[in-house]
């Protein structure tokens, strides 16, 4: 097994249409979660992977992991008899622009505990992913991420980690010694600009990878939007421009960054392969609506890289 991803799937509503959430008449269901994103990414790639967390007894959680199989995803789930699969609501506004509420409290999600885990897959795999999202989620949650990088660390497997902040769920007063914890535990740790900031003080890129590569990562990747990425990695810079697409929905552009560069990780490329996949992973992702529904596979990227004709013949 290559990548386990751990971490939370929730079931997602999605307004059919612009305008006032009451005003409009229907909804499309779905479900998304960073960790899931991430995986159907890496499958997407050619990537053996595995989704990990607890799901409710529910449709919602029979939902998740059904798409998740259906893309090529293992699912090591534990079902709660007790607790719902969260939900999540996007709404679109305006053109252009989502809002999303999250409807978790006392979800199954927010009950994963270490008791929960396959550990032995961890220890098994060649990269677990995690995110800041799991950390957010509770006491539980957060044991599970530790007992989850314990069982890492002793079977030799890299330790993927994406800051992933969620300010709704919990303030920077108690997110941040959370996430420079796990981020000191980690070999590869990811952070968009604003959390780079929010973890060093620091607001240039290269002091903000320095502070976070002071913390004990090998590979630190900043992600930076329309900017680009900057990445270091066992002493290697290497920045990458972002590729110039329509976006249509930017949710899920991160996960799909990261779905690139730890498949290119995974596939022994070098620093600069890494971060060019990465970016044109999360460039892709932003050309359709969804968290996950365009991350890319191996062809679409040629594309992109070769600058083709964007009509299939």
Request: proline share 4%; charged share 20%; aromatic share 4%.
């Amino acid at each position: 097994m290559s990548v386990v991803a751990l971490g939370e799937s929730l079931g997602l509503l999605v307004a059919s249409r612009i305008g006032r959430l009451e005003l409009v008449p229907t909804m499309d269901l779905g479900f998304g979660g960073a960790e899931s994103n991430v995986a159907i990414g890496l499958a997407r790639l050619g990537v053996p992977v595995t989704w990990m967390g607890r799901l409710g007894d529910d449709a919602l959680g029979r939902l998740v992991e059904r798409q998740l199989r259906a893309e090529g995803v293992g699912a090591a789930v534990t079902r709660d008899p007790e607790a719902p699969t969260a939900l999540m609501l996007k709404e679109r506004p305006t053109a252009g622009s989502s809002a999303v509420s999250y409807y978790r409290a006392g979800s199954a999600g927010s009950r994963l505990a270490p008791e929960h885990l396959d550990l032995d897959r961890i220890r098994d795999a060649r990269v677990l992913h995690v995110t800041g999202i799991t950390a957010a989620l509770g006491d539980a949650p957060r044991a599970a991420l530790d007992a989850a990088v314990d069982a890492a660390h002793g079977g030799g497997t890299i330790v993927s980690f994406d800051v992933n902040h969620r300010s709704r769920l919990w303030d920077a007063e108690r997110a941040v010694p959370a996430y420079r914890a796990l981020a000191a535990r980690a070999d590869v740790v990811f952070a968009g600009d604003d959390e780079a900031e929010l973890l060093t003080g620091e607001r240039d890129t290269d002091a903000q990878i320095a502070a976070l590569a002071a913390l004990g990562p090998a590979q630190v990747v900043v992600k930076r939007g329309a900017d680009g990425a900057t990445a270091l990695a066992d002493g290697e810079r290497a920045t990458q421009a972002a590729f110039p697409v329509h976006a249509v929905d930017t949710v899920g552009a991160g996960d799909a960054f990261v779905a690139g560069y730890l498949a290119e990780l995974l596939a022994g490329a070098s620093l600069a392969e890494r971060l060019r996949t990465a970016a044109a992973c999360g460039a892709l992702a932003c050309t359709a609506p969804g968290d996950w529904e365009a991350a890319p596979d191996r062809a679409a990227i040629a594309r992109l890289l070769v600058g083709g004709d964007p009509v299939q013949r």
